[in-house]
């Protein structure tokens, strides 16, 4: 039994959900979290109009899981048991926007489950629109920052203070419940009083196709661990709600701040917990928005301390600023990042979504993290109505002068998301086409292969492949047909690289690193390199010592006192990118050097 029972859909790494919870039970009030479904995308052939989100990437379009995967009846049967079990006093639904369209059947089922439970609402989608959630039949919604109305209305419950509890800051009330709307409270600076995020099997019900796992933390079983070092967002973007949380409160003449940073000494306590699963951290802040001094020590102490991979959506300035800081970062552990350029079109990016064009230093940034293998997710908006061709171009141009690799496209990822701005975010009022006649859904897609696999082809030569396509009518474009051409172009591209590659330096000497199923595969296409090993990780040091007539061996062994730093190298492997990270830095290998196919020739 637990007195709150916090609920959230298709992200079990919720961290709203996680910190309030944590909030609690320090202060000694028992608390369940209930994970309905998982977050893993689902991916579809072409998009529709009627969408939740949609993102292009990597030559597949994902869509939000909810619309191909909604919750069955066996779903909401199995949250009204988990629900049952807990006989909560408080049950809340923690929701971003996207989730708006659960606020019917999470009503349903929480009234037959805990009939006399106090239903409130949080996060995003409640914060931003309110009355939603209060006329859809929640009790009350919590605004704002959650942690102290949450404890609040727990104490206020247990105590029976009903008429005090309508009256808890942060808090508005259904009209059931007076009608209450109560101001928010200055925000709290300092995050240090909070505790980490909760985890762990005890607190936590994952309900997945119709099956509950009970007392089951998903993000503690899974590879990637998601946590935060502050709150907030120094920025304004137009189409999110991120940077102007903050307007809530200062409208209201309440203290707020763009930035709050957590006691870094506690996030490393915090990554010292994890089991031995979790490969890698995921900061999920907006941005690093630590000065140079602290992300310098924070760096470190990750690298002494907790030796995981990690994402880090940095600073870009800051790190092109202190190039030495990039370099602590990558050794600390940083193995793939995001860089938001958003459109290619200076006055585009200025005039609608309120950002300065600052793209050399992003290049800059960009191609210094490509040359140490740490991958890269570009990211970019499309579906504006507002965007001209002329915008379009200047995107797929400034695509080009990103980092680009035939032998692992992906190592630069080129994300590209429909626009859908965020409820009450500036971009609806100052640009309202967005919202009345955004651009047809086939119309982005169309436009986001472009900008996908325009990096891989010369100007003329992309132009000659796509002009057949380019002439049909926006309702009449075979978007299926132009991505499928371009892929066989871009596979045919790829072939003739290697071609290229082994006729220029078979002469020379290389080694391969992995003797896998993809070494398997293409070891006759690569023959004529004739290499003088093949390396292993230790761990997977075979107990044969030969393979084909080629030693087999350890890549320290080989690379063991300075040795081998000259060759050249190819790697077999399906992820090849901290292998190849691990040449360049550890064994001093040069970047031109070091290649990899990941693929069957």
Not at 54 to 83: C, F, S
Not at 357 to 385: D, K, S
Request: aromatic share 12%; proline share 6%; with cysteine.
């Amino acid at each position: 039994m637990s007195s709150v029972v916090f609920v959230n859909a298709y992200e079990f790494d919720y961290l709203g959900t996680r910190a309030l919870a944590s909030w609690l039970w320090q202060h000694g009030i028992s608390t369940h979290c209930i994970l309905l479904d998982d977050n893993v995308p689902t991916h579809v052939a072409s998009p529709q109009e009627t969408f939740i989100g949609y993102q292009y990437y990597t030559g597949r379009l994902g869509e939000h899981k909810a619309m191909h995967h909604p919750l069955e009846e066996a779903d909401w049967d199995a949250l009204a048991q988990t629900i049952k079990m807990e006989q909560p006093k408080i049950l809340g639904f923690s929701a971003r926007s996207t989730n708006n369209f659960l606020i019917e059947p999470i009503i349903r089922t929480f009234k037959e489950a805990a009939p006399e439970a106090l239903l409130i609402a949080g996060g995003y989608g409640p914060t931003l629109e309110p009355d939603l959630y209060l006329a859809g039949g929640f009790d009350a919604v919590i605004r704002g920052d959650g942690e102290e109305a949450i404890l609040e209305l727990a104490q206020c419950l247990a105590q029976g203070e009903v008429e005090k509890m309508h009256g808890i800051a942060n808090t508005s009330w259904s009209v059931v419940h007076g009608g209450h709307v109560n101001p928010l409270r200055d925000q709290q600076r300092d995050l240090s009083c909070y505790p980490a995020p909760l985890s762990g099997d005890a607190y936590f019900t994952w309900i997945q196709d119709g099956q509950y796992h009970r007392h089951e933390d998903p993000v503690l079983h899974s590879s990637a661990y998601h946590t935060f070092l502050g709150r907030g967002c120094p920025g304004k973007c137009t189409y999110c709600s991120g940077g102007h949380w903050k307007t809530l409160y200062r409208n209201e003449g309440k203290k707020a701040f763009p930035r709050r940073n957590r006691d870094m000494e506690s996030v490393i306590e915090e990554c010292r917990n994890l089991p031995d699963a979790v490969k890698t951290v995921v900061f999920c802040d907006e941005y690093w928005s630590l000065p140079r001094e602290k992300t310098e020590k924070f760096l470190k102490l990750y690298k002494t301390h907790i030796r995981k991979n990690f994402f880090a959506y940095f600073a870009y300035e800051q790190m092109v600023e202190h190039p030495e800081l990039l370099d602590l970062a990558i050794d600390a552990g940083l193995e793939w990042t995001s860089i938001g350029f958003q459109t290619g079109s200076p006055d585009l990016l200025q005039s609608c979504y309120d950002r300065q064009p600052h793209f050399e230093v992003m290049l800059t940034y960009a191609w210094r993290l490509f040359r140490n293998f740490v991958r890269i997710r570009a990211q970019f908006i499309g579906g504006n109505c507002y965007e001209s061709w002329e915008d379009l171009e200047q995107s797929c141009d400034l695509i080009r002068k990103l980092p680009v690799s035939l032998e692992q496209p992906d190592a630069l990822i080129v994300s590209n998301i429909r626009l859908r701005p965020h409820p009450g975010s500036p971009i609806i009022s100052r640009w309202p086409r967005v919202i009345s006649h955004p651009m047809p859904a086939k119309e982005w897609h169309f436009r986001a292969i472009l900008m996908e696999y325009c990096r891989f082809f010369a100007p003329e030569e992309f132009a000659d492949i796509t002009a057949p396509f380019m002439s049909a009518t926006e309702r009449t474009r075979p978007t299926a047909m132009l991505e499928s051409t371009l892929q066989q172009k871009l596979r045919e591209k790829q072939v003739a690289h290697y071609q290229k590659l082994i006729q220029n330096t078979a002469s020379e000497p290389w080694i391969f690193y992995g003797a896998g199923d993809c070494y398997a595969k293409n070891r006759e296409f690569f023959a004529a390199l004739k290499p003088q090993a093949i390396l292993v990780d230790r761990a997977f040091l075979p107990s044969v010592t030969h393979r084909d007539g080629i030693p087999v061996m350890a890549a320290e062994d080989f690379f063991m006192n300075d040795k081998g730093k000259d060759h050249n190298v190819m790697v077999f492997l399906r992820h090849p990118m901290a292998v190849k990270r691990t040449l360049l830095r550890r064994y001093g290998m040069a970047f031109d050097h070091i290649h990899s196919c990941s693929r069957v020739l």
